[in-house]
């Protein structure tokens, strides 16, 4: 196929995104049966994802001419031919602006919001200076859709124990003052250190080179200070090198498993004042102040703090972090995107959106459990769920490689008339405390997922027998759950009924089971801290159980077709 895939590699893996171009011909193929799916991932297609709107549900899909008929008698609907060179842009209304009619002409497909069109990259860009969200079309594996969304286990509405008063205290840590300067910090209302230098930032636009990589720098800088492990990812969005920054709290029991939260970091207007205060000064100043936060804390998952550049362009650097985070295999559990956090109008209802994504159920779990935070914790926020999530955002990188992710988002209702503007600035805010209760949604929300360890650490050991000869049993399953954060620790008796195993001190409930025997559950099990519980068991002769439940655990990828 002629298909113009750039990968590059520097220190690891780094993908050049766009631009790409799609090759052969371009066509919308209805969803097919589950045994279709599975053929279509060995046969010549390039995949771009699947849409849904009000009326169908359809892959896009690009094949050469001579070898349509390998799709046999799948409903299909070509959209154009000899697509090689082309670029593909869906294109998003902001809720103020109805798209034009002269483009709605030529949409070649349409989501529940916005359309697909064949346009240029200055076109696409000309139409994001005019207000409008764009989402650059990329090759996706095949096996994304074969695979299926990945599963949040255990994060329903009211399964967590709310409020968590350590939590409650984070999220009294944030201040008006911290979020004024850090702001003020990123939207050139005064002069920051960068590299020992002062250096005030005008505008974070992707295509002012020196002062986007300044901004990256800023924010390197910034975690750096904090103590977090801090990388740089390098990309290349239409010929010019962007960085977007990662940060992490490596987490103390499943470092495996990462919540990630996130904002952009580059802005509108394409000029040499472009504050983007609301946009996404906003969202990266929550994760800033997150990460302040929350790197004071031992947690069990690791928490990924990243600003992505390029977002303005076509979500280029989180389609780069989506895609290595699925190529490489990373349990990536959770995704918590912040855009446009800060804005509502003075004496308004302080209403905020929530987007997720029907296709992935998990994205719902995670906004049940943002809405039991918002109220749990009394926070001045009234959430509304957006069923159908648009797609203009970083969260919908992550959605098109079936992570669960959500968007924490201003109203739309109450839209921002200073959006890609000059005057996006921090001083025509109205709702200030709006601003700080959305950031403090936002950390609840992590704090919550991420698996605090609040009383330290113990352990608990002893000797399961069984109940009726009082004979040691060798390779008993055991999980210790601590319910209040929902981790389970794994461990197996040894030859002589012998367990022993690091937990975090605090209650908890434990379950063990073997083969031909029953499974039992001792709860309340209280572990002490910097000291060990001795917690003798005992089996009967019962039926076996195939498994202990595990809560939080995600189904994985395999195989990763169509990765570097």
Known sequence: MRIIILILVCLGICFLIPGYSLGDDFY????????DLQVLEKLPIQYYGRVQNETEDFLLISIDPLKIDSLKKIPRRKLTTDSAGKTFFWVYPNPKKSLPDPLLSMALARDREGILVDISREEA?????????????????????????????????????????VIHEMMLQVTESNVYTYTGNLTGMWPVTIGESPYTISTR???????????????????????????????ICWGTLQR???????????????????????????????????????GTVGVMIAAEILSNYDWGRTIRFINFACEEQGLGGSHHHARKSYCIGEDLEAVINMDMIAWNTAGSSPDMDIHVNPMIPASFDLSDLLQDIINGYGLELRPAINKFG????????????????????????????????????????????????????GIGLVAHLGGLVEEGWGYLGGTVIQAETREPLANVSIATQNPSWGYIFLTTTDEYGRYYQRVVSGSHNVTYKINGYGRETVSDVLVPKNDTLIKDLSLSLGTFYSSIYLPFILEGYSPKTGCP
Do not use: C
């Not at 919308?28 to 045994?35: E, G, K, R, T, W």
């Open 390 to 441: 648009s797609g203009r955002g970083d969260h919908a990188s992550f959605w098109n490689y079936q992570f669960p992710a959500i968007m924490a988002i201003e109203n739309s209702n109450d839209f921002n008339p200073n959006y890609h503007s000059s005057t996006d600035t921090l001083t025509n805010f109205e709702d200030f405390n709006y601003y700080l209760e959305m950031i403090k949604a």
């Open 28 to 35: 919308q193929l209805l969803v097919p049966s589950a045994d």
């Open 125 to 165: 860009e000309r139409l994001s200076t005019e207000g409008f969200s764009i989402q650059l079309l990329v090759p996706l594996p095949i096996s994304i859709v074969t695979a299926g969304p990945k599963t949040l286990k255990a994060v329903k509405g009211g399964q967590i124990a709310l409020p968590n008063p």
């Open 244 to 282: 977007n920054i990662v940060a992490e709290k490596k987490g103390a029991v499943f470092p495996e498993r990462i919540i990630a939260l996130t904002s952009h970091y580059d802005d509108m207007p394409n000029s040499i004042l472009a504050p983007g205060a609301d946009d996404n000064a906003s």
């Open 205 to 235: 636009n992707s295509y002012k080179t020196d002062e986007i990589q300044k901004s990256g720098q800023y924010l390197y800088e910034f975690y750096k200070k904090l103590g977090l492990e801090v990388s740089i990812e390098e990309f």
